[in-house]
């Protein structure tokens, strides 16, 4: 943060120069039920003072600076944190570009470096495990003697627990990596989706009764490849449709490259090529497979189809 665009604010509100402002800290990839509980401690702590909250976030993620060869996959693309973020009833969202240069900036001196951005920060909160920092050397405890000299109040958000584990962005890569989305959803506290806009196909799925809607994966994480429950609806709009969809690279009529998002909408489909789609997953019904020509595969899609009716009639 140097006073100049590397500080970029995504959404703001007007209020007084001297509004004191409490900052949640941290990547918030997923922005899970863990990192919803340091935003409302934020959050308590504003209404408490009559101030404002925001978020200070990063992107890329550390490890893309740091081990670009194998760097931690985002559950949530930019524009999907974005979304999330808006929806926590934040007064402001802050984006920060993860440069060298702000990865260089000594742990002793971050605090002092955010309050000369933010003269009227008065709190900041993290969870208890973030770590911060040249080297990441800092901890809540370095950052709470930073904040009694700095008169900054700072809050150490004890991390959740669900089950025998604690909730990480990590647990819940794997689990969807596993095609666990039920228990990943668990975690996050709301249901995973992607976004992705209606490409024209091969219209394949026309010729076996099994139109769907072609959407090129967008995101960093793939989850399993496979047949899901999902719900569709256009990024404007806020009624969902019920289909299921295959996730994969289609090894029975055309194994590709890059996956690819393939929706058949168990109603009357409204959306044609072009329009941006968000997907919600919910069920993971069985893993890709490669059949024994197109008869059995349209066998398999009448059964995947009955399977997810079932699945919406029984929520």
């Known amino acids: ?77 930019p524009e999907l944190k974005r979304l999330e973020l808006a929806k926590l009833g934040l007064d402001f969202i802050v984006e920060e570009p993860f440069t060298r240069e702000f990865a260089a900036i000594e742990a002793s001196e971050f605090l002092a470096h955010l309050k000369s951005e933010l003269p009227a920060i008065q709190s900041v909160h993290a969870g208890e495990n973030w770590q911060f920092g040249r080297g990441r050397t800092g ?46 959803n668990e975690l996050l506290g709301y249901d995973y989706y992607s976004i992705g806009t209606v490409t024209q196909g091969k219209r394949m799925g026309r010729t076996i009764d099994a139109p769907t809607l072609n959407l090129p994966f967008e995101g960093d994480l793939r989850p399993a490849y496979g047949v899901y429950a999902v719900s569709v609806s256009d990024v404007s709009l806020d009624h969902q449709y019920r289909a299921v969809a295959n996730f994969g690279i289609r090894p029975t009529v055309e194994q590709t490259d890059k996956p690819l998002l393939e929706a058949f909408l168990l109603d009357e489909c409204p959306f044609d090529y072009g329009h941006r789609l968000q997907v919600v997953w919910h069920s993971f019904l069985r893993q890709e497979e490669k059949f024994n020509g197109i008869d059995e595969l349209k066998r398999q899609i009448a059964k995947d189809v009955d399977q997810a009716r079932a699945f919406f009639d029984g929520r």
């Open 1 to 77: 943060m140097s006073g100049t665009k590397q500080f970029e604010c995504l959404r703001t509100v007007d209020y007084a120069a001297d509004c004191p402002v409490h900052l949640a800290i941290g990547m918030f990839d997923g922005l899970h039920r863990g990192h919803q509980r340091v935003i409302e401690s934020a959050k308590e702590a504003a209404r408490e003072s009559g101030g404002v909250c925001g978020t200070l976030t990063f992107w890329p993620h550390p490890s893309r600076l740091f081990r670009p060869a194998d760097p931690a996959r985002m559950i949530l693309s």
């Open 139 to 184: 901890d809540m405890g370095e950052l709470e003697l930073q904040g009694d000299l700095l008169g900054v109040g700072v809050e150490s958000v004890p991390c959740l627990d669900s089950g025998a584990e604690r909730v990480s962005s990590t647990r819940i890569r794997n689990l969807l990596t596993l095609g666990q989305i039920g228990e990943a």
